[in-house]
């Protein structure tokens, strides 16, 4: 049975870096923030309406990956070997739809019926969430990289896992900190 592991926090927290120091670790693979691709492709000014389509290619990439990690056909590369087909039972995952539901919010003071209904639908495993303890790294796309927003961010994640059922780690410290953290969360509530 698949365990999906979610890594939520506010911008510039080490989330995608984490997922895929993670997927390296456990040999498997992790599902990618849909929103750099889309501000990359479409610039960075985006409008409540690009947020839908953020939304629904979030909800799109996260459900191909599942189907192919249940179905045992996710590529991996062993240490000196091709990609090859590879049977996990883990998916990290950067960013779902609380993540989504943070950013409607925040930004727009609202959010689509859609990202709601999908938290209630969605099942996780575990989700780690990424302190501000790491140095805010400016990309064009980052937005937050003053102290106070992001404590702010950091919180609302923080009193929305409060008050779920899911287990959940606050991930904190340096990037190997960050890792040692994480693994012995995975294995404590997913193996």
Known sequence: MIKKIVAIGPESTGKSTLCQQLAEHFNTTWCPEYA???????GVK???NDLLKITQGQL?????????T???ELLTKDAGSPLTAHRSQLLFIDTNMYVMKVWYEYVFEKCEYVVLEEITKRKYDLYLLCNTDLPWVAEDMREYPDEKPRKELYNIYK???INQTTPWVEISGSYDERLHNAIEAVQKFCL
Request: glycine share 4%; net charge negative.
């Open 36 to 42: 750099r691709e889309y501000l990359n492709q479409n």
């Open 46 to 48: 985006y409008s409540y």
């Open 159 to 161: 009193d929305l896992l």
């Open 70 to 72: 249940v179905n045992g």
């Open 60 to 68: 799109a990439i996260e459900d191909h990956l599942t189907e192919l």
